[in-house]
C-alpha cells in the first residue's frame, strides 16, 4: 500500500497555515526525502497564488504523482491541467448533509456533473481518483450508483472513501471499504478526519480491510480536530502489521517536525511519533525499566522513528533516574547521599512545577557536598 500525503493541501484548511510556494517546495522536499511518492498538492481552484505554488511543487520534481483536488466542474478540471499535475481527485457531494441540504441538488444531477468533470480529466489525460465527499454518512445506493456509473464509463482509476466530519468507527470503515472493493473492484483510498480522535484507527483498519492507500497529512494538519497523522499511520502499518508503506519510518520523526516548523504549528507535547514527550521519560517506575532495556518503557526504540529518548527529572522520578543521569555527567554516586539529592530534586520540581534541567541537578549535587 502506499501513503499519500495531503499535507499541502489538507494542511491549509486548518486556520492560520498559510503555504506560498517555497513552503509548499520545501515540505514536498521533506515528503521525498521519506520517500513520498504520491501527494495531494492542493486545490487549483483556491487562487491564483495557490496555482502557482502548486506549479512550483510540480516542476521541482519533489512529489512523481501529484494531485489537486478539484470539484466537480469543467473549470477546476482545466485548472489542475494547466498545472502540470499528475492527477486529480474530484471531490463530488453525495450525502443528504451535502448534496440535499447544502446544495439542493440530486444524485442524477450529482452524476451528470461527475461524469462531466471525469471526461474532461480524462480527455487532459489526468489520473482520475472518484471522492464521494462525506462517505460515511451517504446511503450505499447512492454510492453505488455515483460510482458505478463512474466505473462502467471507465472514466476513473480509483475511489476514495472520505470521513469528511469523523464520525467512522473502524468496524464500519473496514465493512464500507470490503463492500466497495466487491461492488467496484477498483483500488481504494481513504481519507479519514480525526473529530474522535479515530482517524488512525480507521485507517489501520481500512488497510487491513483492503485499501490501498491512505491520504494523511504530517501532524495530522487540516480543518477542525485534523485527519491521520501520516507519521503515525505509517509507523503503526510498519511496526505493528509490517505492512510496508513506502516510507523511510526511520527518517519520519525529525523530518516531520521541521515540516512542522515550516508550517508554524506548535505540537503538543504527547503527540504520537512526533511530540516532545514522545519518547521522554520522567516517571521512576518507567526509567527504571528503560535503563535495563529502552523497550521496558516505550513500543519501538525512538531511532525506528526518526527519533531519540532521553530521560529528565521531576517529582515522580526515583533514584534509578538521578543515579543514572550522575553517570552521564561522570559524578560518582559513591560520594553522595542519593536518597536525600532524589527528595531535594523532588521538593524543586514540585516548588516549580516543572521537569528539571541538567543545571538544576549540578546545582543540587554542589548543594550537597558544600553542606
Known amino acids: 500500500m502506499l501513503i499519500s500525503d495531503c ?3 489538507e494542511g491549509e484548511q486548518q486556520p492560520g497555515v498559510v503555504l506560498g510556494a517555497p513552503e509548499k517546495v520545501a515540505i514536498a522536499k521533506i515528503l521525498r526525502d521519506v520517500g513520498a511518492r504520491r501527494a495531494e498538492i492542493g486545490t487549483p481552484a483556491v487562487s491564483s497564488g495557490e496555482r502557482e505554488a ?24 482545466a485548472m489542475a491541467a494547466d498545472c502540470g499535475l499528475w492527477g486529480v481527485v474530484v471531490s463530488s457531494p453525495v450525502s443528504p448533509h451535502q448534496l440535499t441540504t447544502k446544495f439542493g441538488w440530486s444524485v442524477d444531477q450529482m452524476i451528470d456533473a461527475a461524469v462531466t468533470a471525469h471526461t474532461a480529466a480524462k480527455e487532459r489525460r489526468l489520473v482520475t481518483f472518484a471522492s464521494a465527499y462525506d462517505t460515511l454518512r451517504t446511503d450505499r445506493e447512492d454510492l453505488r450508483a455515483v460510482y458505478g456509473e463512474l466505473n462502467r464509463q471507465g472514466l476513473i482509476d480509483g475511489i476514495r472513501i472520505v470521513d469528511t466530519v469523523g464520525v467512522g468507527t473502524p468496524k464500519v470503515v473496514a465493512d464500507l471499504v470490503r463492500w466497495c472493493t466487491d461492488e467496484f473492484g477498483l483500488p481504494i483510498e481513504v481519507h479519514f478526519h480525526d473529530d474522535f480522535g479515530l482517524a488512525t484507527a480507521n485507517a489501520v483498519a481500512a488497510v487491513e480491510a483492503g485499501a ?60 504520537a511519533i512526533i511530540g516532545k ?13 528503560y ?81
Open 7 to 9: 499535507t499541502l493541501r
Open 54 to 77: 502548486i506549479a512550483a511543487v510540480v516542476e521541482s520534481g519533489a512529489i512523481p504523482e501529484t494531485l489537486g483536488v478539484c470539484r466537480a466542474r469543467t473549470g477546476d478540471i
Open 212 to 271: 490501498e492507500a491512505v491520504s494523511s497529512s504530517i501532524a495530522g494538519v487540516g480543518e477542525r480536530a485534523g485527519n491521520t497523522a501520516t507519521e503515525e499511520v505509517a509507523a503503526a502499518l510498519e511496526v505493528l502489521l509490517g505492512v510496508k508503506t513506502g516510507l523511510a519510518v526511520d527518517r519520519l520523526g525529525q523530518s516531520f517536525i521541521r515540516a512542522a516548523e515550516l508550517m508554524r504549528l506548535q505540537l503538543q507535547n504527547n503527540r
Open 277 to 289: 514527550n514522545s519518547f521522554r521519560h520522567v516517571s521512576g517506575i518507567s526509567i527504571s525499566g
Open 291 to 371: 535503563i535495563k532495556s529502552p523497550l521496558a518503557a516505550q513500543p519501538v526504540e525512538a531511532e525506528q522513528v526518526g527519533r531519540g529518548s532521553n530521560l529528565v527529572l521531576g517529582k515522580t522520578s526515583g533514584r534509578h533516574a538521578v543515579e543514572h543521569l550522575l553517570a552521564a555527567l561522570r559524578v560518582d554516586a559513591t560520594e553522595l547521599d542519593v536518597g536525600r539529592l532524589v527528595e531535594s530534586l523532588k521538593e524543586t520540581a514540585e516548588e516549580n512545577r516543572r521537569v528539571l534541567s541538567t543545571a538544576d541537578l549540578v546545582r543540587a549535587v554542589r548543594t550537597q557536598l558544600e553542606n
